[in-house]
C-alpha cells in the first residue's frame, strides 16, 4: 500500500511509519502538499561507506612513506652547511 503523509505527521510518528514500510507499504512525505521523499523498504543490497571530504578518490599512501628519503632528510640537518 502507498501513502502520503505530511512532514510534521511524519516527525511526529516516524516509528510507525517505519514500521509500515519494513512491512512493504510505501510512505511519500510531502511538504505544503508537494511529494519531497519516499521511504521505501530496505531491499538488502549492501551499503558501501563513502569517504568524507574533499577528495574521495585519494590515492592509497604507501607503508614505507615515511622512511621515504630518510638518509638524504637526515643529511640536511645533519651536515655542517650553514
Known amino acids: 500500500m502507498m501513502m502520503q503523509v505530511n512532514v510534521h505527521e511524519a516527525k511526529t510518528h516516524l516509528s510507525r511509519l517505519l514500521e509500515d514500510v519494513g ?11 508537494k511529494p519531497m521523499a519516499k ?6 543490497e549492501e551499503i558501501t561507506p563513502r569517504r568524507i571530504g574533499f577528495m574521495p578518490d585519494l590515492p592509497e599512501i604507501p607503508d614505507d612513506f615515511d622512511d ?5 632528510i637526515a643529511e640536511m640537518f645533519s651536515s655542517d652547511r650553514p
Open 68 to 72: 621515504m628519503m630518510a638518509d638524504e
Open 23 to 33: 512491512k512493504g507499504d510505501v510512505v511519500i512525505i510531502a511538504k505544503a502538499g
Open 39 to 44: 521511504l521505501v523498504p530496505y531491499d538488502g
